[in-house]
């Protein structure tokens, strides 16, 4: 069975010059794959994205805001200017709405692919990133909010009836989060979201353990707040403590991780103190979640990270966990978080957590 790695030029053109969210970022990615030789291994698989249709994107997005991004591009394409959304945080070119169209649908083909079993699992490698845009508002340099879009469309148009998202993105997936807080948009499908993110004087701000959802999404969403200075040995404890009692009970049928690469702890706008190997072990774990309930699918959308060379390779670590090639993974020396923070997670966060929990969940 085959990996597929979603990738095409169309998401260069989403060009904002130097900002930190550029197109060099999946230039690097697939520049370093090549280099490794990864794309000349059968087992993987480039996979060509389609375009989403508006009806997808009503899925999750008003109307408003997907003829504010048209209108953005064709005023950007008339004055040769880039545009400024969201005060400035988030920057439009003339060819970013098709790309986000490209940037939604790359998932939606992916999710085909490993529906109709021609891929076991997939890694959406697209821009613009999605996870902090919500049904009415672009932010964090996100347009369409892929990974919510790619839920609904699981739910709507797959049969799918209990999805998982995973958002391990150093930054606080609240787009996600605010679309999903009162339950799944359709009436059919179920959704658990966990995030885990550095939290406490940190954009965007929300994402404290006692965000947990509302109505229909009342216990489904789970947040894991992360001081500054925490390593790659603060994920087994979440994925043990947390994750996977509830996945045990909740029993997903397709997995969806909206993946950052901005934990690493050399990254320019964060402040944490992961390895480029962290995200693989963390994947490693989920895989085994996958195996036994979902069937082995999981599908990868890219957010953030901006340390270009430690993304590339942390990218590189992920593919070869899809792959089952677990051994294979570029490993630097291990860093910790050490033992005041420790105790903050095992000692306050995590009972915290269950606390709060604890009425939604009989894992708790
Ligand atoms: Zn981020």
Redesign the pocket.
Known sequence: MTTGIVYDDIYLEHDIGTHVESHERLIAIMDFLKEKKLLEDPSYRIIKPRKATLDQIRYVHRERIIKEIQEICELSAKTQRLQYIDDGDTIASPKTYEASLFSVGGNLQAADEIINGNIKNAFALVRPPGHHSNSHRFA?FCIFNNIAITAEYLFREKGIKKVVIIDW???HGNGTQDIFYQGSKSDSGELVMFNSHQYGYFYPGTGNFDEIGKGKGAGKIINYPMPAGSADDVIPIYLKEIIIPICEEFKPEFILISA?F?THWTDQ??NMNWTYQAPAEYLQKIKTIAQKYADERILITL???YQLDKQARAVYNCLRVLNNEDNNLIKEELRTSGQKLLDYYNNRLIPALKDKLSSYWNCF
Do not use: I
């Open positions: 964090g993105d150093c930054h950052g901005d706008l964060t957010e953030g990270g």
